[in-house]
T-cell receptor, first 113, second 111 residues
Framework: DAGVTQSPTHLIKTRGQHVTLRCSPI?????VSWYQQVLGQGPQFIFQ???????GRGNFPDRFSARQFPNYSSELNVNALLLGDSALYLC????????????FGQGTRLTVV | GEDVEQSLFLSVREGDSSVINCTYT??????LYWYKQEPGAGLQLLTY?????DMKQDQRLTVLLNKKDKHLSLRIADTQTGDSAIYFC???????????FGKGTTLSVSS
């Protein structure tokens, strides 16, 4: 079975631009969460979606938004990029929103210049 | 909210046991987790323990949980060079919607 897949793997954007990151969960998993990992830190929670509804939101500005599609894949959008948005963005999928077993993708490395 | 603290670095020799420690503040986490991250990669779920357990063993991995002291540890027996990575301890927030991670412990294994 395929694991959690994320695209693209690497991305370079300019300050002020917009970016869309994509995630496909493990087959059968209905919950997708997004995390931001800045170099040298642990991942920080951004969003959780379950059955296409937002279930949780971390302490991130409104420039960050996400959605989940009927096939349970998800997009993370970031507007008006700042240098500080440079990070590894991780997607995690689980069968339910309780995070009993959350499996992560390889991440998208975003560099803002 | 939940806060998770870990020691930042551990160095061991191949074949020795490694013990990575973690403390957490919120005792409401139903589960506590250990993840492994290799350079340039995502997170790999290693193991997790239910909060009403004291110990869980899974092959070379042993997790110990002391709820009174809010202390979690991961012991890796017969540590190999392939175990070199960053190890993250994680709890769950009160809403049950998010994993809360420590800053990670870098394990360096020398041959």
């Amino acid at each position: 079975d395929a694991g959690v897949t994320q695209s693209p793997t690497h991305l370079i954007k300019t300050r002020g631009q917009h970016v869309t990151l994509r995630c496909s969960p493990i087959s059968g998993h209905k919950s997708v969460s997004w995390y931001q990992q800045v170099l040298g830190q642990g991942p920080q929670f951004i969003f959780q979606y379950y059955e296409k509804e937002e279930r949780g939101r971390g302490n991130f500005p409104d420039r960050f938004s996400a959605r989940q599609f009927p096939n349970y894949s998800s997009e993370l959008n970031v507007n008006a990029l700042l240098l500080g948005d440079s990070a590894l963005y991780l997607c995690a999928s689980s069968q339910n929103p309780g995070n009993t077993e959350a499996f992560f993708g390889q991440g998208t490395r975003l560099t803002v210049v | 909210g939940e806060d998770v603290e870990q020691s930042l670095f551990l160095s061991v020799r191949e074949g020795d046991s490694s013990v990575i420690n973690c403390t957490y503040t919120d005792s409401s986490s139903t589960y506590l987790y250990w993840y492994k991250q290799e350079p340039g990669a995502g997170l790999q779920l290693l193991t997790y323990i239910f909060s009403n357990m004291d110990m869980k063993q899974d092959q070379r991995l042993t997790v110990l949980l002391n709820k009174k002291d809010k202390h979690l540890s991961l012991r890796i027996a017969d540590t190999q060079t392939g175990d070199s990575a960053i190890y993250f301890c994680a709890g769950v927030n009160q809403a049950g919607t998010a994993l809360i991670f420590g800053k990670g412990t870098t394990l360096s294994v020398s041959s």
